[in-house]
């Protein structure tokens, strides 16, 4: 089809860094099962708890950059999902949505299911009267998480929060939600990912409030997808290519919080010196400058945190397991 035909090079290179953190974050939750297991008396072997699993609390994340920013002290329950949470809000004012298009692993899945049903000819195009009410659902998590936790919660709150059981052990919490979920969560998973062939991107576009922050920062990002009109030959194929379903062919810049940041729209574009990667002023980037940076920007907050011990949490091992071995993870609710 005409419509594939285009220089793959950045789809590939997106794939490819996109699969290698989701091919970590499974062995990162790999070994944590395995802790686990040794955490609740059920296996001999200690294995090490792996930091990076905290990336998947982004509400104990906020929590901690609110009592941040209030107090200087850093959060020494979660730090690395912090540190990761810090990380993904400066590429979104620097970079777009950078951490959507190139390293969030549920990006990735999403842009496989979407492979998946565009090849099968399944992708429909939801009419925009149903499109943009379902925009507005992210923002509206996002508006309720935000409004509990930093206009609600103060310190007192915060710091009994973090103290918690919960807030403890909400990483195995996150994981039994996907190996032994109850039937409604089981039902909502079966629905989001069948929902995914049909409609592109269905959580990140219309549910996933973490993407919504990142949208609205981004709307401050100095980098810029630009579009000369004098050298568009209205082919729309960038319209067809992008996951945000923006209307590139329309705009003289794309600056749509729905834009992730994967320069698609720029790699598939036929027309010479059409679509560009831009700052602000004339000058143009080459369209890896941006995945460059968001790996540098991701791996600069790493080397910060192991070098300034905000990586690795303060709870002993056997601190861990005394935790584990008294409560019921399934029983367990949030505070």
């Given amino acids: 089809m005409d419509s594939l035909k285009r220089d793959k090079r950045i789809s590939v290179l997106r794939r490819t860094v996109q699969g290698g953190f989701a091919l970590f974050c499974l062995y990162a939750g790999y070994r944590f099962y395995l802790f686990y297991l040794w955490a609740s008396g059920q296996s001999d072997i200690y294995v090490p708890r792996p930091p990076s699993v905290e990336a998947f609390l982004p509400i104990s994340a906020l929590v901690n950059l609110k009592r941040l920013v209030l107090t ?12 990761i949470f810090m990380a993904a809000l400066v590429m979104g004012l620097a970079l777009r949505k950078g951490f959507c298009g190139w390293i969030c692993p549920v990006g990735f899945a999403s842009n496989l299911a979407e492979s998946v049903g565009r090849k099968l000819k399944l992708l429909q195009k939801p009419p925009a009267w149903l499109d943009y009410p379902l925009l507005s659902l992210k923002y509206l998590l996002l508006f309720f998480f935000s409004y509990l936790i930093l206009f609600q919660m103060d310190l007192a709150a915060m710091e009994a929060f973090n103290r918690s059981t919960y807030n403890l052990v909400v990483d195995a919490k996150m994981m039994f939600f996907f190996l032994a979920p109850s039937t409604l969560s089981l039902w909502i ?8 062939f049909f409609l592109r991107n269905f959580w990140c576009r219309y549910l996933c409030p973490y993407g919504g922050l990142l949208g609205l920062l981004a709307l401050c990002s100095p980098l810029k997808i630009r579009r000369k009109e004098e050298n568009c030959i209205d082919c729309k194929k960038c319209d067809r290519i992008c996951p945000g379903a923006i209307q590139v062919s329309g705009k003289k810049s794309v600056s749509s919080p729905e834009c992730i940041g994967c320069g698609e729209c ?23 400058t941006l995945p460059a940076a968001v790996l540098t920007v991701f791996f600069l907050f790493y080397a910060w945190a192991i070098l300034t011990g905000h990586w690795h949490n303060d709870i002993s091992p056997d601190m861990m397991r005394d935790i584990y071995s008294t409560i019921d993870l399934h029983e367990l609710a949030h505070p």
């Fill in 266 to 288: 720029v790699s598939i574009c036929p027309a010479k010196d059409c679509l560009s990667l831009t700052a602000p002023g004339p000058r143009k980037f080459p369209l890896v």
């Fill in 72 to 83: 200087g002290g850093f959060d020494d329950i979660h730090p690395a999902g912090l540190t």
């Fill in 189 to 196: 998973l079966i629905f989001l990912v069948v929902i995914s």
